[in-house]
């Protein structure tokens, strides 16, 4: 849908920049008028990003290669805050980019899910190409509330898991395999397996990441592969922000825990296993805590900062590189960084 089939509403500019505070947060962009309330929390810039231009023109600002300049994915978000047009009487000649196509222009409209409907229903009775479905599923979408899975509350709850059940669930579990590992190998070794497992988990998550989770064009054609695809990951890409959403569903977590520890009893002794298993799981806790906070937290430190515009560079720009959230030192080793190293 266009914005000029969408019923419009004037704004003088003076009403437009009176909406420049969290409680109510507008801007202007070629004369058209959105309202980010519901969305600057969820910038993956930061809120003070947006905040500083609250009530402003921001056409320039989204262009401005020294700041930031915004890819059309951006511009297709920003059109689902649109609210209406500047008044006659106050708008101004829309300067276009040096192709001389407006970005709003560029937006390709395509039929797929509706992010206000259950997502999985939609799913499962699609008949999507594998084409159509990588493409668009990486397509960031945003909701100012958690997208809804199952029309059905009971399995809906299963979907959604808070940042701060990961740690609640995995910690008991990281004890007690140190306590029993003790029981097979001294304090000395059962340390070393653990300081194995916690180094390890990095290889691991960057493999995991880039080989499961991101199989994307392998996937057989059908619309069971897909719905698996999109549980696994693809619903992350697609509605990156989505708090409840962040961090892995223990059921799912402990599935792939499971094979992980059928592989890892072949090649461990019992207590290092125990050891090495402890390790993996403090590194996997530490990761999801990790990657919740580079979609929504916020720091002054220059090296926690590069690292959450290097994984928001994953999910905005370039899907297909980038795979390490914690670190890129594995990006780095397999040539899997991004082309142009700025975001």
């Known amino acids: 849908m266009q914005l000029d089939d969408i019923k419009q509403r004037e704004y003088s500019r003076e009403e437009v920049a009176k909406h420049d505070n969290a409680s109510s947060l507008w801007v202007v962009r070629g004369n058209q008028v959105f309202d980010l309330t519901t969305f600057h929390t969820d910038h993956p810039g930061g809120s003070e990003i947006i905040m500083q231009f609250g ?34 009487g106050d708008r101004r000649p829309l300067t276009k980019p040096l192709d001389g196509k407006d970005e709003m222009e560029c937006i390709e409209e395509v039929e797929f899910l509706d992010i206000h409907k259950p997502l999985m229903a939609q799913m ?28 059905n509350a009971f399995l809906e709850k299963f979907t959604r898991t808070p940042w ?5 669930y995995w910690t008991p579990i990281m004890l007690g395999l140190l306590y029993l590992g003790a029981e ?19 290889l691991m998550e960057y493999s995991i990441h880039r080989f499961v989770f991101h199989y994307d064009e392998n996937i ?3 619309t069971i592969y897909q719905c698996a695809h999109f ?26 825990a499971l094979h992980i520890l059928a592989i890892l009893s072949c090649v461990f002794s019992m207590g290092m296993l125990h050891a090495v298993c402890a390790g993996l799981i403090v ?17 002054q430190n220059l090296y926690l900062n590069q690292l959450k515009s290097y994984h928001l560079r994953h999910h905005y720009k370039d899907f297909k590189a980038g795979f390490g959230i914690t670190s890129d030192f594995w990006d780095k080793v397999f040539g899997t960084q991004f082309v142009n190293a700025e975001y």
Not at 283 to 299: A, F, I, K, P, R
């Open 55 to 88: 009530g402003q023109d921001i056409t320039d600002v989204l262009r401005d290669s020294d700041m930031h300049a915004h890819s059309i994915e951006a511009y297709r978000v920003l059109k689902d805050f649109y609210i209406g047009e500047i008044a006659a």
């Open 283 to 299: 590194g996997y806790v530490l990761y999801d805590e990790c990657h919740y906070w580079l979609h929504h937290g916020t720091s």
């Open 164 to 168: 701060w059940v990961i740690p609640i």
């Open 184 to 202: 097979y190998e001294s304090a000395q070794v059962m340390a070393i397996g653990f300081v194995f497992g916690l180094l390890s988990w990095t």
């Open 220 to 222: 057989p054609e059908g």
């Open 124 to 151: 499962w009775w699609s008949s999507f190409s594998n084409d159509l479905y990588i493409r668009e599923v990486h397509r960031p979408r945003h909701l100012p509330r958690p997208a809804v899975f199952f029309g």
């Open 231 to 256: 549980l696994l990951h693809g619903v992350h890409h697609f509605m990156p922000m989505d708090p409840m959403r962040l961090v892995m569903p223990p059921a799912l977590s402990t599935f792939l």
